[in-house]
């Protein structure tokens, strides 16, 4: 009894904290000044020799902790493709972690399993995939990127007569990835961890805006795993998913598309051209805490061949239980024991509906064309066509770039960083959260004209 006690008032303090936090973020510095940044210290030293009190932990993190965070839970925070976190999801965070469920098996949580049945379920409609596509829920889209890559490893050594399970990769027939020189990190990444080596990669040149050009594409074959870009990283363009897929399957190959953020456009109405033929591809990676802002640890690896998937994440042993009639969410991901990430996208789903995932997304492109009118207003030159979430702009040389993203940060209105387009420094921009008002937009490109003037010569 003891116990459950103090676990309610610590909640009820954190509860507290929390709420403080989020009232002020909004009036904070985007970028925690240094001396908060110094004040980390006081986390650290020798580990204590006694059990401590549970009330100091919680008060140190609010008090050093709290001061010290980027405020990426603001309207301003624009650096990375982070989503901000709609409360209804924190709140749902709050009780599953409460629950404290193991999501591997539904004998062990049925509750987890139900919800990523349900899950799965609307994404497709909301993405408008094929009725047999089964998802994964994994910590992120890079994992998602890794998942969709090892069934399509899977598959097709398994059409060329090998099990890659058992005899590995080593006498196996060599496979190629076909994806553009603009391919986000994460899927070069998998390569490697898959065992594909990054020499396997035939590079296809994009146009102007990052987009794939399939007039260079190579010819394709039934070893070939094609990635494409649903969302360019820095202009947020859209490869030509539709052309690229019919051709793939005519030869064989296997097509997964990286949409971590750009595959919520799919369910906009005024943007779902742009993921036109998005449906014909074999896999999906997504992240629901970019677009769709739920907290983190929230991707999706979606596959409309299941037996793949589930052949290429194989897991068993004797102490676990199979379900006759529920989902094992285990055979579907890499992790076994892993927390019950789908209650945090479920509460999205269900308190958004269609209606309000369409408005969440048009939200962040009407708040991205804000950008780019109020820049070029301003003097500063667009580089991307805004297509999608993502502008940027060009300031000058890396220097230059460097000074003026470290000013605008400095000045606390809002977090930006630099990027490269076609070697070129930029400052990259990412609309990623529900809570970038009009006025947030106004106040960000003021912050970046005080930049310009101080890192102007004389």
Known sequence: MQAQLEAGTLLRGAHDAAVEYLQTVDHRPVAPVEHEVDALAGLGGPLDERVGDPDEVLDLLRRLGSPATAGQASGRFFGLVNGGVL??????????????????????????????????????????????TV???????????????????????????????VDGLASGPPLRIVTSWHTHSTVVKSVALLGFGTASIDWVDVDDQGRLVEDVLPELDDRSIVVLQAGNVNS?????????????????????????????????????????????ADSWSVDAHKTLNTPYDSGVVLSADPEALVAALQNSAPYLPTSSGGRDGSTRTPELSRRARAVELWAALRYLGREGVDQLVLHLHRRALQFGAELRSAGFHVVNDVVFNQIMISVGDQETTDGFAGRVRASGEAWVAASQWFDAPVIRISVCSWRTTAADVTRTVAAFIAARDATAPS
């Open 236 to 280: 947020g363009s859209f490869d030509p998913i539709r052309s690229v897929c019919e051709r793939a399957h005519d030869q064989g190959a296997w097509v997964h598309v990286d949409g971590a953020f750009g595959l919520w456009a799919a369910a906009c109405g005024e943007l779902a051209h742009h993921t036109d033929g998005v449906e014909l």
């Open 135 to 165: 998802a994964g829920f994994v910590s992120g889209s890079s994992m998602a990127t890794v998942c969709g890559l090892a069934a399509a490893r899977w598959r097709l050594c398994e059409r060329l007569g090998h099990d890659v399970n």
């Open 87 to 132: 409360p209804v999801t924190l709140a749902a965070r709050v009780l599953a972690d409460a629950w404290d469920q193991n999501a591997a098996i539904h004998a062990v949580s049925p509750v987890a399993s139900v919800l990523e049945d349900v899950c799965e379920d609307w994404l497709r409609t909301l993405f408008g995939l094929p009725v047999q």
